[in-house]
């Protein structure tokens, strides 16, 4: 919350300033993360087969959100004043991901209570909304894509809700007036943009080393009391996905694989002819 | 049913995997096919020859100054009033590092739901059935779209396939165009060095591999030779990638690139979770390695145990006589 002009100093999310820092140096950072099965996790199927069976899977900060969750940091330790608060949308257990964020040096957690079946409209909408209501944001910052469902839809429409401009797939940024960016696209290419403040960035792989959380910073990261929002706190309450899943299967099992035997130049001769003769491939 | 397909277009020609899910949709029963394409004026009439081959109704364009160089904001906006004006009951895109970004802006202005890289679409009962992978591939998810209207879905290069050729000459319809408010946008693009002319690794119909067994970088010459013998587009493991062998641009696998080519060559590749996540969708796997026990041979379809240094340049080799 912003207060003004209290006694000569401006107050500042219960920080003080003297006169000669303006209110836009309070800069809130957010940082947008969401908690997801480690990439080893065999994923099983329930037995209604419309969701994934959960039970015994190993958690974990997604990894493109550790990039963003880095940049934030990065931005703060530059910026005298500025701030980082790290959301995430997602049920109960998306709390420990808060907790490793905090552990990299946010300042501060929000959980947003979404079901386990929220679409990517529903986060990005609840996400939209716990950042208004704390906010406002100067930038927010997220990973490119979740690994559990692949989407790769809520940076681009937290930002529409959010009536921000955004740009994904961020290789680097440079802070200035503006921001100057570079985004990944086909062939490796690089698209280059000049992006106004307040606005959304979303981390690709590379843009920074994100740092690991030290043990100190682990066990103080626990006792960070983590604010807890509902869809009913951010008037969300008749709010619904927009689509969901009626079936999950398993990709069908590729059968097995044809061992070619022999010398170089003879299995070389052998598995062409097949490319070309069974699999018609060639 | 109106199923609105926007078509990607670069340096004067439609994207292939645009006009591969174009030839899909003009081919559904009961479905009246559009395409929209956008751009600044004078840019378009181009591109109109390219879809006869496989006519829609209709060829919608969007054309302005504002639409020249790619925005987020832009073209979210300029898609979803045609979307909207037309009454589109689905709209569709070939998944690009564009659609991908502007398309979630359009969902949220039509108020709507959208399906990222969908393996398979089509219409059933007057309803856009869809399914995509998760958990990077592990599991394929039928999508149900509820009474979401206009339903979005981006769809994988190679899923589909091109379907034969329906000629025809499409009406066509210039749209009223407002972009509204464009915060940022491409300023330039800086090409990859050395990758003019070969496909993009998410659009490659044939991808030759390496991994760290490579050694070094100037040893994945041998794959790129190979590679240039049938067209194919080089990628690499990550653990080629984490030892500097080849960008990160190159990398196949769960936090790289996602591939569905026809044909999949991994050298000297071990087969690990997080690599299958990226390729798996390869209609045909072939993997060249020197341990039988490699994880890669539970997935390839044929494998070769042997030394890649001197298995790769027999096979390419074959393939030059081959291709003859």
């Known amino acids: 919350m912003l207060q003004t002009l209290h006694y000569g100093r401006k107050l500042c999310y219960g920080m003080s300033f003297p006169d000669s820092q303006t209110l836009e140096q309070c800069m809130k950072i957010f940082v947008c993360i969401k908690q997801v099965p480690d990439t080893e996790t065999k994923i099983k199927i329930a037995p209604d087969g419309k969701s994934a069976d959960m039970t015994g899977v190993k958690w974990i900060l997604c990894p493109y959100d550790e990039f963003a969750v880095e940049e934030a940091i990065r931005f703060k330790e530059k910026n005298a004043g500025a701030t980082v608060t790290v959301v995430s949308a997602g049920p109960d257990r998306a709390v420990e991901a808060l907790r490793t964020a905090l552990a990299m040096g946010c300042n501060e957690a929000i959980h947003v209570n979404t079901p386990e079946s929220a679409d990517s409209f529903l986060n990005a909408k609840a996400l939209a909304r716990a950042i208004e209501k704390n906010g406002p944001a100067h930038i927010v910052f997220t990973g490119k894509q979740a690994i559990d469902d692949d989407c790769a839809q809520v940076h681009q429409a937290m930002a529409e809700f959010l009536n921000l401009p955004a740009v994904t797939v961020v290789l680097r940024a440079t802070y200035g007036a503006t921001i100057q960016l570079e985004r990944e696209v086909e062939g490796g290419s690089l698209e280059k943009y000049d992006l106004p403040t307040p606005c959304v960035i979303a981390a690709q792989k590379g843009m920074n080393e994100p740092r690991y959380a030290s043990l100190p910073n682990i066990m103080k990261a626990k006792k960070i009391e983590i604010k807890k929002m509902t869809l009913a706190d951010l008037d969300l309450a008749n709010a619904t996905s927009k689509i969901s899943y009626k079936q999950l299967t398993l990709p069908p099992d590729r059968g097995s694989c044809k061992m070619i035997t022999g010398d170089a130049p003879a299995a070389a001769a052998a598995l062409v002819k097949a490319l070309r003769e069974e699999a018609k491939v060639i | 049913m109106k199923v609105l397909v926007y078509c990607e277009h670069s340096n004067g020609r439609i994207k292939k995997g645009s006009l591969e899910l174009l030839s899909n949709v003009v081919t559904w029963p009961g479905v009246e096919a559009h395409a929209l394409v956008l751009g600044a004026p ?283």
């Open chain 2, 42 to 324: 004078g840019t378009l009439a181009g591109l109109l020859s390219q879809m006869e081959s496989h006519a829609p109704h209709t060829v919608h364009t969007a054309e302005h100054s504002a639409l020249a160089h790619y925005s987020p904001e832009g073209f979210a906006k300029v898609v979803a009033d045609a979307a909207k004006t037309l009454g589109a009951d689905a709209l569709l895109a070939t998944l690009s590092a564009q659609a991908k970004d502007f398309l979630p802006r359009t969902s949220v202005k039509l108020d709507t739901g959208m399906a990222s890289d969908c393996t398979s679409v089509s219409m059933e009962g007057g309803k856009l059935e869809a399914k995509r992978p998760m958990f990077s591939g592990k599991v394929s998810a039928s999508v149900d779209f509820g009474n979401a209207k206009p339903a979005i879905a981006t769809v994988r290069p190679n899923a589909l396939g091109v379907k034969p050729e329906k000629m025809g000459k499409p009406a066509l319809n210039a749209l009223t165009v407002d972009p509204g408010s464009i915060r940022t946008s491409v300023k330039e693009i800086v090409a990859k060095s050395g990758g003019a002319g070969k496909a993009d690794l998410t659009e490659a119909e044939r991808i030759v591999s390496g991994g760290r067994s490579l050694k070094n970088s100037e040893n994945f010459k041998i794959l790129e030779d190979l590679a240039s013998v049938i067209g194919a587009t080089v990628g690499a493991s990550r653990a080629a990638v984490d030892a500097g062998y080849r960008p990160h641009s190159d990398q196949v696998g769960q936090t790289g690139k996602t591939v569905s080519p026809v044909l999949y060559m991994a050298f000297g590749i071990s087969g690990a979770i997080q690599h299958l996540a990226g390729m798996r969708s390869s209609k045909v796997i072939v993997a060249v390695n020197s341990d039988p026990n490699a994880p890669i041979f539970q997935k390839a379809d044929y494998g070769v145990v042997g030394d890649l240094f001197t298995l790769a340049p027999a096979i390419t080799e074959e393939l030059k006589k081959a291709m003859h």
